[in-house]
């Protein structure tokens, strides 16, 4: 058969799209729980699970290693990243500098455009409960990305977008431990985010700044008290 650069770009666009799709999918299943952390990711069987083939599932592991939500273990393959109280405590740190950061000049300098995006953001997600049960405390999915999208838009005021990603790849890393700190002990914690939104709306920068810091916090203190307990 005569040599195809077409078809050998085709193959290299599919096998990229599958390994996106693994990647969102496993991504997703870390994130939220589903996948345990220090658990096995044996190329194979993560190819039959989520339907590829081991090239673009490889490729998706690779990608969260990159990503620290993965990691490779040599001789071993690959595992969900472990989770420990160390871990926890430098993430939080690391999640309270750069949301120091990103509110501050948020409330300085964010304009009308962004005080609305706050607010319908805050709107839909005070519409929709964290448990589908309290009793066992099941998580609602579709509080998650609504979630998320909260407090994208309190950074999107900040006016840089390395800020924002920043931010927002830690959040990330931190769904693993806000999904257990919500197993622990169900507690009600929409005051929380009414009291930011009051606080950067009213342009209070320290009381926003504590307020932030005091929130991802609470959640550490949460999975570290949990954890010891079991």
Not at 6 to 25: G, K, L, M, P, Y
Not at 29 to 40: A, Q
Not at 49 to 56: A, D, M
Not at 91 to 96: D, E, G, I, P
Request: negative net charge; aromatic residues 6%; contains cysteine.
């Amino acid at each position: 058969m005569p040599f195809s650069p077409s078809n050998e770009t085709d193959t290299e666009v599919s096998s990229q799209t599958t390994a996106s799709a693994i990647h969102a999918r496993l991504r997703h299943d870390i994130l939220r729980g589903v996948l345990k952390p220090g658990e096995r990711l044996r190329v194979h069987d993560v190819a039959q699970r989520y339907g590829g083939g081991t090239i673009p599932t490889r490729e998706a592991l690779s990608r969260l290693s990159a990503e620290l939500l993965v990691i490779y273990l040599d001789q071993r393959g690959f595992a969900v990243a472990p989770i420990s109280q160390e871990s926890l405590e430098d993430l939080t740190r690391a999640r309270v500098w750069t949301a120091e950061a990103a509110v501050r000049e948020a409330v300085r300098n964010g304009d009308a455009a962004w005080e609305e995006r706050v607010v319908l953001a805050y709107h839909r997600l005070s519409k929709v409960p964290r448990y589908e049960s309290e009793d066992p405390p099941v998580s609602n999915p579709l509080f998650d990305p609504l979630h998320r999208e909260f407090h994208l838009q309190i950074f999107s005021g900040c006016g840089s977008q390395w800020m924002v990603d920043t931010c927002m790849r830690l959040f990330d890393h931190a769904e693993r431990y806000r999904n257990l700190s919500r197993q622990a002990v169900v507690m009600p914690r929409e005051h929380e985010h009414k009291e930011l939104v009051d606080a950067v709306l009213g342009r209070s920068e320290e009381v926003a700044v504590a307020s932030i810091s005091d929130h991802f916090r609470l959640t550490a203190r949460i999975v570290n008290d949990f954890r010891r307990g079991n």
